[in-house]
Nanobody
Framework: QVQLVESGGGLVQPGGSLRLSCAAS????????MSWFRQGPGKEREFVGR????????YLADSVKGRFTISRDNAKNTMYLQMNSLKPEDTAVYYC????????????????WGQGTRVTVSS
């Protein structure tokens, strides 16, 4: 089992940047596929991106590709989401999640979730 805690959310102007962190504790962090999801106001939770066990491979949703970057530091048990060129439509609560399932973008394949951190993009 793994416990996840997100941080780094806040209010940012369009075009700005934020870096979210997801700190993990419990069972070996490097044994999990890690992903970011988000849920905007009145919207369903959507997949943002995931990173492989080692951190060498990432996959990002088309909506954020070229603007967001995912990384992880297994020595620090932490995953990051660097968000650049933020848009108002990126406004959401961002969640990190952990899974043993390789290649999934479906939230029901992720048994472990953080509590979320809110990102608001507005002028």
């Amino acid at each position: 089992q793994v416990q996840l805690v997100e941080s780094g959310g806040g209010l940012v102007q369009p075009g700005g940047s934020l870096r979210l962190s997801c700190a993990a504790s419990g069972r070996a962090f490097s044994s999990y596929i890690m992903s970011w999801f988000r849920q905007g106001p009145g919207k369903e939770r959507e997949f943002v991106g995931r990173i492989s066990f080692s951190g060498l491979t990432t996959y990002l949703a088309d909506s954020v590709k070229g603007r967001f970057t995912i990384s992880r530091d297994n020595a620090k048990n932490t995953m990051y989401l660097q968000m650049n060129s933020l848009k108002p439509e990126d406004t959401a609560v961002y969640y990190c999640a952990a899974s043993g399932v390789i290649g999934s973008t479906l939230y029901h394949d992720y048994p472990y979730w953080g509590q979320g951190t809110r990102v608001t993009v507005s002028s």
